[in-house]
């Protein structure tokens, strides 16, 4: 399968809106070898901003640039964009009602050896609690870069979250995306796999094939807005099966788990639902293959859990 870079899809996206848009900048807390972006800083020198190692000074310079008419993008590890930044994060850029695009690299288990200081489990959590944000999670590199132009279109802030490394390619370069719409990678009858992200995403579509040799019927449904998130095509997709799970790489308390739950519950859904994600646990370093197994975030282990509802 094609795999491609979502963080080469980020800085592509914003070389081509900044070519367009005079008032796209982009700024840095010292990772633009992480990101890339300084391909952005050769051909906009005067546009792009690294602040050193001074994430929550980051956020409140692009904070600034907002306030001032730009179009501020702002990247560094989701543990450092949501964690660090949060109260500048909030009150410099939510509260103050101006727009920020925050981007969050390596959420949850895709920071690897970075280990449990830097692995953001609760970033989705933190961030669904702040009034009128907008969360993104793209689930590959056309997704991301679809989804990119949107943030840049809306006015008010946006929190973008993704790994930085090859992710399969699961999307033609023509699809329409759209904040707050879900896509539909499969229907079934008997399960449905709610996954957020590249990684889950992929893992659910791995574990759909290991149900089908068992005779069962699974969907899988890419969320890819936390918020707003696409209610009707939750509910659409749980009214065909007899059961729902969640999927997310990151705590199962007050992300996508929490926000589908609340969605089912308030419906009537009379099927069973259950949450898969990091269950009250720190990170640690690791292989990422190993840290998707070590928190039961692998398609063997989602497969499982669909049997065990089912039966």
Same mark, same amino acid.
């Not at 700024?27 to 972006?37: I, K």
């Not at 609690?129 to 590199?141: F, G, M, N, Q």
């Not at 930085?164 to 023509?174: A, C, G, I, M, S």
């Not at 969320?223 to 065909?240: F, G, T």
């Given at each position: 399968?094609?795999?491609?870079?979502?963080?080469?899809?980020?800085?592509?996206?914003?070389?081509?809106?900044?070519?367009?848009?005079?008032?796209?900048?982009?700024?840095?807390?010292?990772?633009?070898?992480?990101?890339?972006?300084?391909?952005?800083?050769?051909?906009?020198?005067?546009?792009?901003?690294? *602040?050193?190692?001074?994430?929550?000074?980051?956020?409140?310079?692009?904070?600034? +640039?907002?306030?001032?008419?730009?179009?501020?993008?702002?990247?560094?590890?989701?543990?450092?964009?949501?964690?660090?930044?949060?109260?500048?994060?909030?009150?410099?850029?939510?509260?103050?009602?101006?727009? *920020?695009?925050?981007?969050?690299?390596?959420?949850?288990?895709?920071?690897?050896?970075?280990?449990?200081?830097?692995?953001?489990?609760?970033?989705?959590?933190?961030?669904?609690? @702040?009034?009128?944000?907008?969360?993104?999670?793209?689930?590959?590199?056309?997704?991301?870069?679809?989804?990119?132009?949107?943030?840049?279109?809306?006015?008010?802030?946006?929190? +973008?979250?993704?790994?930085?490394?090859?992710?399969?390619?699961?999307?033609?370069?023509?699809?329409?995306?759209?904040?707050?719409?879900?896509?539909?990678?499969?229907?079934?009858?008997?399960?449905?796999? *709610?996954?957020?992200?590249?990684?889950?995403?992929?893992?659910?579509?791995?574990?759909?094939?290991?149900?089908?040799?068992?005779?069962?019927?699974?969907?899988?449904?890419?969320? +890819?807005?936390?918020?707003? @998130?696409?209610?009707?095509? @939750?509910?659409?997709?749980?009214?065909?099966?007899?059961?729902?799970?969640?999927?997310?790489?990151?705590? *199962?308390?007050?992300?996508?788990?929490?926000?589908?739950?609340?969605?089912?519950?308030?419906?009537?859904?009379?099927?069973?639902?259950?949450?898969?994600?990091?269950?009250?646990?720190?990170?640690?370093?690791?292989?990422?293959?190993?840290?998707?197994?070590?928190?039961? +975030?692998?398609?063997?282990?989602?497969?499982?859990?669909?049997?065990?509802?089912?039966?």
């Amino acid at each position: 399968m094609e795999t491609k870079e979502i963080r080469e899809a980020y800085v592509n996206t914003l070389l081509e809106l900044g070519a367009k848009n005079p008032d796209i900048v982009v700024l840095e807390a010292d990772l633009m070898s992480c990101t890339n972006t300084g391909v952005f800083k050769k051909a906009y020198p005067e546009r792009f901003f690294n *602040v050193g190692i001074a994430e929550a000074n980051m956020v409140c310079v692009a904070a600034g +640039l907002s306030a001032a008419g730009k179009i501020p993008f702002a990247a560094t590890f989701g543990c450092f964009a949501s964690r660090r930044v949060y109260d500048q994060f909030f009150i410099s850029a939510n509260y103050a009602r101006l727009n *920020v695009k925050l981007v969050g690299t390596d959420p949850g288990v895709t920071a690897a050896f970075n280990g449990g200081t830097h692995m953001p489990f609760e970033d989705l959590a933190l961030m669904r609690a @702040i009034p009128r944000l907008t969360i993104l999670e793209p689930s590959d590199a056309v997704s991301a870069a679809a989804l990119i132009r949107e943030a840049a279109e809306i006015y008010g802030s946006v929190y +973008l979250r993704f790994p930085r490394k090859p992710v399969p390619v699961l999307y033609r370069q023509d699809e329409k995306f759209g904040i707050g719409r879900a896509k539909v990678l499969k229907s079934g009858r008997d399960v449905c796999f *709610v996954a957020l992200g590249s990684l889950m995403v992929n893992e659910a579509l791995k574990a759909r094939e290991l149900l089908a040799a068992d005779g069962i019927d699974s969907g899988v449904l890419d969320v +890819l807005s936390l918020k707003p @998130i696409d209610s009707a095509a @939750i509910l659409d997709e749980a009214a065909k099966v007899k059961a729902v799970l969640s999927a997310e790489n990151h705590q *199962v308390s007050g992300g996508l788990g929490s926000a589908v739950a609340e969605i089912l519950a308030e419906n009537g859904f009379r099927g069973r639902f259950t949450r898969i994600g990091v269950n009250d646990e720190f990170g640690e370093v690791g292989t990422q293959d190993y840290l998707v197994k070590r928190f039961g +975030l692998d398609a063997e282990t989602l497969a499982k859990r669909a049997k065990s509802l089912l039966a």
